[in-house]
């Protein structure tokens, strides 16, 4: 059943960062000049993100909403702030970040925190090892897989989600990602390998070569 | 190399954060553990598929509330 198949040494791809159009410059030079339109067309390029970045960390619509609207409000408040030494994507990352963080806490003052300690040692080694073939996810329908991705990464704790989010999601570097919340970096490698091992397990069930009809 | 020490590697082969001499010996692995490639292949396909993934539309009421918001707090 299992088709061992083994890549290249050099096979492990680049990921191109799939978040920055070429006019970014452009468009963050002419909001700080108080363009608004600039600024509602940078906007209208980042809310989808921004609201599923705000959604996976919170847990909640409603406060995804909240987080949404006043990081677009805070980046346009602070553009003259922004010195262009990241992307305008990543620092507008890390201010809805920032705000997600607040509305947690608040919201689960003793329940949460990205400080607390994760279980190490045996739990790592993967139990199912099965083969998925080479484009499981054409099994399903876009929105179906989109369920399936997003029950996934919301049954991770809270601490694991965010590295997850962050880093191969939001595609921030391991460095950014500590910086962002306030880790090391290796608390970071850490939390992203346990992210990715996790959520590997919870995609196995459905993607699975047994699972085809 | 041992399947555990491939796992705790995991993460950093596959962002190509490894030195050459240790990502040689985890391929050399690799090429003969097949419960291994499996772990490595299906991790790698996992955060793809993320990467890769849509975010849906915003609903067109959450939208309309962002702009009306952003509007009346940043023209006043």
Not at chain 1, 50 to 73: C, G, H, P, W, Y
Not at chain 1, 135 to 141: F, Q
Request: proline letters at 6%; a negative charge; glycine letters at 4%.
């Amino acid at each position: 059943m299992k088709t061992p198949k083994l890549d290249p040494p050099d096979a492990v791809p680049p990921r191109p960062s799939t978040v920055v159009a070429d006019d970014e410059g452009t468009l963050v030079a002419a909001a700080k000049q108080g363009d608004m339109a600039a600024f509602e067309t940078l906007v209208g390029r980042y809310e989808r993100k921004i609201f599923r970045l705000a959604q996976n960390i919170t847990q909640s619509k409603e406060d995804a909403e909240d987080v949404m609207q006043e990081a677009f409000l805070k980046s346009f408040q602070h553009l003259a702030e922004f010195q262009g030494n990241s992307r305008f994507y990543t620092w507008l990352v890390r201010i809805a970040v920032n705000q997600a963080l607040m509305k947690l806490r608040k919201r689960r003052p003793n329940e949460f925190s990205l400080d607390q300690e994760i279980e190490t040692g045996d739990d790592l080694m993967p139990r199912e090892v099965e083969d998925w073939g080479p484009s499981p996810e054409d099994r399903y329908e876009q929105t179906e897989l989109g369920d399936i991705l997003s029950a996934a990464i919301a049954d991770l704790e809270p601490g694991f989600r965010i590295v997850f989010q962050l880093r191969d999601i939001e595609e921030l570097s391991t460095e950014e990602t500590a910086e962002a919340l306030g880790l090391s970096v290796p608390a970071v490698k850490s939390r992203l390998l346990r992210a990715r091992l996790k959520l590997r397990q919870k995609l196995n069930r459905h993607f699975r070569k047994e699972e085809v009809n | 190399m041992n399947c555990r020490k491939i796992i705790i590697a995991l993460s950093e082969y596959l962002d190509g954060a490894l030195d050459p001499i240790l990502k040689t010996s985890i391929e050399i692995h690799l090429a003969k553990c097949e419960d291994c490639r499996l772990v490595v292949d299906t991790t790698r396909h996992t955060i793809e598929i993320y990467c890769k993934s849509t975010p849906a539309p915003l609903p067109a009421t959450t939208r309309q509330r962002l702009h009306d918001a952003l509007r009346k707090r940043l023209q006043a």
